[in-house]
């Protein structure tokens, strides 16, 4: 069964998967010992495409984090302790990221990176693992302008342990929105299973509509007067619309969990800036049939920025809690919710002065992690945080704090120098600009469909 969620450009919904977890007590804090499969996503406001998630990275059980931001990505690795040390930051090739997705995509033990913009019209595979080289293996597409990237389980002839790539693409001749599904073979060879013409879809990621079962592929439909979420399966080897709802907000987000103390999902969907949230359960009138039951509004008082689900503590657990930047930032709350009443308010988070908050991840355990920086000028200079907050008997304590590493256009590896004289033969060959590409091929080739 494969695991996967995925990221989209100007990130603002909090999407989290919830998976068996174990809890192992270390002297002060909760190490997460994650199920091998499990893995949790979730998008984050940011200025130019960003993300973050949670899972094992380095194949050691526990749950590891991390972010996209500026055109960088970078992991916190947990230890036993269950503190994080992050890795420094390392190219992804492109600022405009619009898509991303981690999975068992080179290794089925751990978790790998997946990126995708129409700018560099392919998807980049990273090796998360600490001390691996940076350098991508790329995907290249018969689809021109890819937007959408989530690794998923294709079922059908040549299935693999590895998870495999649904991707929508905007900018094709003709017909410019298609879909495209790939076979993984472990980093290998991508070979193509479909490349068909379909309606727009943004926001991608990998959804679960009851308890233990394979995961689907979430998307939002856009382009008309009201947005239309669909669940799309690849079981049989070919894409089917097994879920859907209409009517939703234009520019709706979304996001899933466990609330109603039953083992069938429920989706919450926001739409940035604004203080609703709407929520519908997953209903089941016949086994493995799946449709959605009636929209319900809470009014939040807040206007909701970013929300994200919190896993929780025991394998199984079907009573999630939600996370919610609300506020302009200004302000973080863990709401608890039972699916059927208005959600309550369990704690309340506020940033340092001067800063603002700008995304968060559940961790497991119902704890989570929340990033701040400062309020202005903060997008892509340093000053930029990281805190752990704890669940313990129903209420939230400190738990690690620290500096992110510093995320600019200088701050992570550069492989190309532009300087104003030549370097060899002058000792002050005045360097003007340090640039950073992810791959370089000296091989020609043209991509995509004429």
């Known amino acids: 069964m494969k695991r996967i969620l995925s990221s989209v450009k100007k990130l603002r919904a909090g999407i989290a998967r919830s998976f068996p977890v174990t809890i192992t007590l270390s002297a002060v804090l909760?190490?997460?010992?994650?199920?091998?499969?499990?893995?949790?996503?979730?998008?984050?406001?940011?200025?130019?495409?960003?993300?973050?998630?949670a899972g094992d990275v380095d194949g050691d059980g526990r749950?590891?984090?991390?972010m996209i931001r500026a055109g960088a990505y970078m992991s916190g690795i947990q230890d036993a302790s269950g503190n994080f040390t992050w890795t420094a930051p390392r190219s992804i090739g492109t600022t405009?990221?619009?898509?991303?997705?981690i999975g068992h995509l080179l290794d089925p033990n751990r978790f790998a990176l997946a990126v995708t913009s129409p700018d560099i019209n392919r998807i980049n595979i990273f090796d998360l693992t600490p001390g691996?080289?940076?350098?991508?293996?790329?995907?290249?597409?018969?689809?021109?302008?890819?937007?959408?990237?989530?690794?998923?389980?294709?079922?059908?002839v040549g299935n693999t342990a590895h998870?495999?790539?649904?991707?929508?693409?905007?900018?094709?001749?003709?017909?410019?929105?298609?879909f495209t599904t790939l076979r993984n073979t472990g980093g290998a060879s991508f070979p193509e299973i479909q490349d068909e013409v379909m309606i727009s879809f943004e926001h991608g990621n990998a959804v679960v509509l009851k308890l233990n079962d394979p995961q689907i592929v979430g998307v939002m439909e856009r382009g008309g007067v009201t947005d239309t979420f669909r669940g799309l399966s690849f079981a049989s080897g070919v894409m089917q619309n097994i879920i859907s709802l209409a009517g939703l907000p234009r520019g709706s987000e979304f996001l899933y969990g466990n609330f109603g103390g039953t083992a069938l999902s429920r989706f919450l969907f926001y739409r940035p800036g604004e203080s609703n949230l709407l929520v519908s359960a997953v209903q089941e009138p016949v086994p493995g049939t799946f449709t959605f039951g009636a929209l319900s509004t809470f009014q939040m008082g807040h206007a909701l920025e970013f929300v994200a689900a919190l896993p929780g503590a025991q394998p199984g657990e079907i009573r999630h809690k939600f996370f919610a930047i609300v506020d302009r930032s200004q302000l973080a709350r863990v709401y608890d919710f039972d699916g059927t009443n208005a959600p309550t308010v369990v704690q309340t988070f506020a940033p340092a002065e001067g800063e603002i908050f700008f995304g968060g991840i559940g961790i497991g355990n119902n704890d989570f992690m929340?990033?701040?920086r400062p309020a202005i000028g903060g997008q892509l200079t340093a000053g930029h945080k990281f805190a752990v907050h704890r669940h313990v008997n129903g209420a939230y304590v400190p738990g690690q704090t620290g500096a992110l590493p510093m995320i600019s256009a200088l701050s992570h590896a550069a492989n190309v120098f532009e300087f104003r004289f030549e370097p060899f033969v002058n000792a002050v060959p005045n360097l003007l600009r340090s640039l950073d590409a992810s791959d370089w091929s000296s091989l020609f080739m043209l991509n995509g469909n004429p």
């Open 63 to 66: 749950g590891d984090v991390g």
């Open 96 to 101: 405009n990221v619009s898509g991303a997705t």
């Open 132 to 156: 691996a080289s940076g350098v991508p293996v790329s995907v290249f597409l018969p689809s021109i302008g890819p937007n959408v990237v989530v690794a998923t389980d294709i079922g059908g």
């Open 30 to 53: 909760l190490s997460v010992t994650l199920n091998m499969r499990a893995a949790w996503f979730a998008k984050f406001d940011g200025v130019d495409g960003s993300a973050s998630w």
């Open 370 to 372: 929340i990033f701040s």
């Open 163 to 178: 998870e495999d790539f649904f991707i929508t693409s905007i900018l094709n001749s003709g017909a410019p929105n298609r």
